[in-house]
Nanobody, 130 residues
Framework: QEQLVESGGGSVQAGGSLRLACVVS????????IYWFRQAPGKEREGVAN????????????NYAATVKGRFTISRDNAINTVFLQMDGLKPEDTAIYYC???????????????????WGQGTQVTVTS
């Protein structure tokens, strides 16, 4: 069964760090981009980062939104089908529900857009206080 399960959300002061984890089912963790999105109250869901789970070493196998580049780091552990999002230098504007997601199809679908997505996790709350 295709599923994604997030963990690691919480509350932190500005400047702090959090690490999110997403365990991905076998059916989705292969030759597909896995994404992190976020949605703040009253705002649209936006892409944060994604990472390729296939083989090879491609220049753009990791992608970030401009708003988080240099502060957030996406990584993966193939042995446990898990994608991580390390968030450093957190700001109050990073407060949102963070969702793990998988591309609609296998292959090189890497646009940080909800149009790319076929599967969503349940979300985890991240709150950054000033």
């Amino acid at each position: 069964q295709e599923q994604l399960v997030e963990s690691g959300g919480g509350s932190v002061q500005a400047g702090g760090s959090l690490r999110l984890a997403c365990v991905v089912s076998n059916e989705l963790y292969s030759r597909r981009f896995i994404y992190w999105f976020r949605q703040a109250p009253g705002k649209e869901r936006e892409g944060v980062a994604n990472i390729w789970t296939g083989t090879g070493n491609h220049e753009d196998q990791i992608n970030y939104a401009a708003t988080v580049k240099g502060r957030f780091t996406i990584s993966r552990d193939n042995a446990i089908n898990t994608v991580f999002l390390q968030m450093d230098g957190l700001k109050p504007e990073d407060t949102a529900i963070y969702y793990c997601a998988a591309a609609r199809y296998t292959g090189w679908i890497k646009e940080l857009s909800t149009n790319s997505i076929g599967y969503w996790g349940q979300g985890t709350q991240v709150t950054v206080t000033s």
